[in-house]
C-alpha cells in the first residue's frame, strides 16, 4: 500500500503563485509517473501535468507555460509549481502516481491523494 500526502494549497489572488507538493510513503517498490490531476465543482477531474521517474513531463494546455511540474526520485516527492493563477485554476488537485503506466487516463493510475484545495480569488 502507498500513501500519499499533498500539501501547498491554500488562497491566493489571482497573477499570484503556489506550490503544491506530494510526498509517497509505504509499500513503493517502482513509482514510474507521478502526476497532478484537479477538479472543480461541477466538472471532471482532469490532468494537469505528469511526469515519469526519466523526467519526461507533460502539461494540459491550459497551464503550459504557466505550472512546472518536479520530482525528487530520492525523497519519493513531486511538485506542481504554479504561477500567473486565474480563477479558473480553482479546484481541487489531487496527486496520483503509477508503477509503470505514463499518460492521461486517471483510471490507470495506481494510488491517489486525498486532495488539497486551491483557490484563487481576489
Known amino acids: 500500500q502507498v500513501q500519499l500526502v499533498e500539501s501547498g494549497g491554500g488562497l491566493v489572488q489571482p497573477g499570484g503563485s503556489l506550490r503544491l507538493s506530494c510526498a509517497a510513503s509505504?509499500?513503493?517498490?517502482?513509482?514510474?509517473?507521478m502526476g497532478w490531476y484537479r477538479q472543480a465543482p461541477g466538472k471532471q477531474r482532469e490532468l494537469v501535468a505528469y511526469?515519469?521517474?526519466?523526467?519526461?513531463?507533460s502539461y494540459a494546455g491550459s497551464v503550459k507555460g504557466r505550472f512546472t511540474i518536479s520530482r525528487d526520485n530520492a525523497k519519493n516527492t513531486v511538485y506542481l509549481q504554479m504561477s500567473s493563477l486565474k480563477p479558473e485554476d480553482t479546484a481541487v488537485y489531487y496527486c496520483?502516481?503509477?508503477?509503470?503506466?505514463?499518460?492521461?487516463?486517471?483510471?490507470?493510475?495506481?494510488?491517489w491523494g486525498q486532495g488539497t484545495q486551491v483557490t484563487v480569488s481576489s
Open positions: 496520483a502516481v503509477s508503477s509503470y503506466y505514463f499518460g492521461p487516463q486517471s483510471s490507470k493510475y495506481d494510488y
Open positions: 509505504g509499500s513503493i517498490l517502482h513509482i514510474n509517473t
Open positions: 511526469i515519469t521517474s526519466s523526467a519526461y513531463t
